[in-house]
């Protein structure tokens, strides 16, 4: 088993509605969570961080985490072309200052006008 | 904002050749890793350091090694480069543990 899973689409949604992206991790000592865009031939670039349980709205951006069940999406509502890009879940591994991030293999988006 | 700067963008070498590539970081952050990132395979990490003259082995650290003398810097070392070392290094920064990583444009790289 993956220890960070994503689908890996691609997730096709029209202009203006919700996308909604998924991502389970298997490591329940995990505390840290993070959703990175990357668009083609760019780096990864940091759009949220989640640490506790519920939902962390940042403008279009939701994130949400439930830790019993081991998961942690993230909703785009009114979704741009410009939101088209691989959407990375990263799980933290480890603790203390040696801990290292586990990413998924991301998610494609594609938001078609 | 966090700048974390990578030296090339792009860059050729030959198999056999030492490269060097190098990594900044302007946020005096304690943690620095070094990625690779290849089709189908994810992100996946080489090295990191956790303090100046302090490194750890990543999940594929084979072929590589990596230098931290000064805690702003990190470089990463192909000591005889091969062609399936092709690829885009990703060079990130944190500050503390349970913190987000920033990362660097990367450098695309091409063992010839």
């Known amino acids: 088993q993956k220890e960070v899973e994503q689908n890996s689409g691609p997730l096709s949604v029209p202009e203006g509605a919700i996308a909604s992206l998924n991502c389970t991790y298997s490591?329940?000592?995990?505390?840290?969570f993070f959703w990175y865009r990357q668009y083609s031939g760019k780096s990864p670039e940091l759009i949220m961080s989640?640490?506790?349980?519920g939902d962390k709205e940042d403008g279009r951006f939701t994130a949400q985490l439930n830790k019993a069940s081991q998961y942690v999406s993230l909703l785009i509502r009114d979704s741009q072309p410009s939101d088209s890009a691989t959407y990375l879940c990263?799980?933290?591994?480890?603790?203390?200052?040696?801990?290292?991030?586990?990413f998924g293999q991301g998610t494609t988006l594609q938001v078609k006008p | 904002d966090v700048k974390v700067t990578q030296s090339s963008r792009y860059l050729v070498k030959r198999t056999g050749e030492k490269v060097f590539l190098e990594c900044v970081q302007d946020?005096?952050?304690?943690?620095m890793f070094w990625y690779r990132q290849d089709p189908g395979l994810g992100l996946r990490l080489i090295y990191f350091?956790?303090?100046?003259?302090?490194?750890e082995k990543g999940d594929i650290p084979e072929g590589y090694s990596v230098s931290r003398e000064k805690k702003e810097r990190f470089s990463l070392i192909l000591e005889s480069a091969s062609t399936n070392q092709t690829s885009m290094y990703l060079c990130?920064?944190?500050?503390?543990?349970?913190?987000?990583?920033?990362f660097g444009d990367g450098t695309r790289l091409s063992i010839l």
């Open positions: 990130a920064s944190r500050d503390l543990q349970n913190q987000p990583q920033h």
């Open positions: 490591d329940r000592g995990s505390q840290s």
């Open positions: 989640i640490y506790s349980n």
């Open positions: 990263a799980v933290s591994h480890g603790s203390g200052n040696t801990g290292k991030l586990i």
């Open positions: 946020m005096d952050h304690e943690n």
């Open positions: 350091s956790y303090d100046v003259k302090m490194k």
